[in-house]
Nanobody, 115 residues
Framework: QVQLVESGGGLVQPGGSLRLSCAAS????????MGWYRQAPGNERELVAS???????NYADSVKDRFIISSDNAKNTVDLQMNSLKPEDTAVYYC?????????WGQGTQVTVSS
């Protein structure tokens, strides 16, 4: 059994910052990668950022140079530092972990960027 718990969402003004965190617990092994997706109303879920075992990262073009993904293997956490937030970043953000080819998902956390 694997559980993912997200935290850090909320309301922020344009240009502000938020840090999302996702903590994994349970049978954490064969970690292949982890990351964050988001889904805005009426849109499909899209990849925001990911990190694979070994440390390589990948970002959506829309968040490059603004968002930073980081992971702590000892603590089983993956964070997403979001800077220079824009209204179009408003969405529910979901973390995921790929363990041995099986994906596990968090419950989602709302991020709203509005003045």
């Amino acid at each position: 059994q694997v559980q993912l718990v997200e935290s850090g969402g909320g309301l922020v003004q344009p240009g502000g910052s938020l840090r999302l965190s996702c903590a994994a617990s349970g049978s954490i092994f064969s970690v292949r990668g982890m990351g964050w997706y988001r889904q805005a109303p009426g849109n499909e879920r899209e990849l925001v950022a990911s990190v694979i075992s070994g440390g390589s990262t990948n970002y959506a073009d829309s968040v490059k140079d603004r968002f930073i993904i980081s992971s702590d293997n000892a603590k089983n956490t993956v964070d997403l530092q979001m800077n220079s937030l824009k209204p179009e970043d408003t969405a529910v953000y979901y973390c995921y972990w790929n363990l041995g080819g099986v994906e596990y998902w968090g419950q989602g956390t709302q991020v709203t960027v509005s003045s």
